[in-house]
């Protein structure tokens, strides 16, 4: 286990709702990075978080967005859902400026 | 934003076989090349990295081959184990894990 927990585990969503995802990061780790993992595909990097703002962006709309709390733990926020959202939701927390990271086990988001 | 390719899609080798994956990338800014695991409903475990100032880094069972001038990388499992069955992900990043870019992923059956 990494220390990385992620909630909830599965969650379903109507089309246009809007969700909120929750990470909190190992302890001792700083940043936090949020992946979008399609159904057979690897992971796609959405935004990275340090010192509560955002570090580094992917190509996701601006209805992806997100936050990052004193305490290091994140949260991922998606407005106006799609059905292409529909995917595993991965947080990866990590030093600033260090080559690991470690991924929590996942949010599995349906879209329907 | 793919601009790491993985290979096989899939394989099958019999138990106490090599397994053998090869990743490929483009970017040559990337600096850093871990290599994930991943088993249904988990998050990616980080398995073995390495940077391109080596050309081979072996942890057990594991091993990974990197060709600097190829920009080619490849995952090496000696005496493949039925536990090893899982998806293999390599992916490769500029050292600070902002922004990883992930292969599409190899799904690795170890037959009994």
């Known amino acids: 286990e990494t220390g990385v927990t992620q909630s909830p585990t599965h969650l379903i969503k109507t089309r246009g709702q809007q969700v909120t995802l929750r990470c909190s990061s190992q302890?001792?780790?700083?940043?936090v990075s949020w992946y979008q993992q399609a159904l057979g595909q690897g992971p796609q990097f959405i935004f990275q978080?340090?010192?509560?703002?955002?570090?580094g962006r992917g190509n996701f709309p601006p209805r992806f967005s997100g936050l990052q709390f004193p305490n290091y733990s994140s949260e991922l926020n998606v407005n106006a859902l799609e059905l292409d959202d529909s995917a595993l939701y991965l947080c990866?927390?990590?030093?600033?400026?260090?080559?690991?990271?470690?991924f929590g086990q996942g949010t599995r988001l349906t879209v329907v | 934003q793919q601009q790491v390719k993985q290979s096989p899609q899939s394989l099958i080798v019999q138990k106490g076989g090599i397994s053998i994956i090869n990743c490929a990338y483009e970017?040559?800014?990337?600096?850093?090349f871990p290599w994930y695991q991943q088993f249904p409903g988990k998050g990616p475990a980080l398995l073995i990295a390495?940077?391109?100032?080596?050309s081979e880094k072996k942890e057990g069972r594991f091993t990974i081959s990197f060709n600097k001038s190829a920009k080619q990388f490849s995952l090496h499992i000696m005496d493949s184990q039925p536990g090893d069955s899982a998806t293999y992900f390599c992916?490769?990043?500029?050292?600070?894990?902002?922004?990883?870019?992930f292969g599409a992923g190899t799904r690795l059956t170890v037959k009994p």
């Open positions: 990866a927390s990590s030093w600033q400026g260090a080559e690991e990271a470690f």
């Open positions: 302890s001792g780790h700083n940043t």
């Open positions: 978080y340090y010192r509560e703002e955002e570090n």
């Open positions: 970017n040559t800014a990337f600096d850093y």
């Open positions: 390495i940077r391109p100032d080596v």
């Open positions: 992916a490769a990043s500029t050292g600070n894990n902002n922004d990883m870019r």
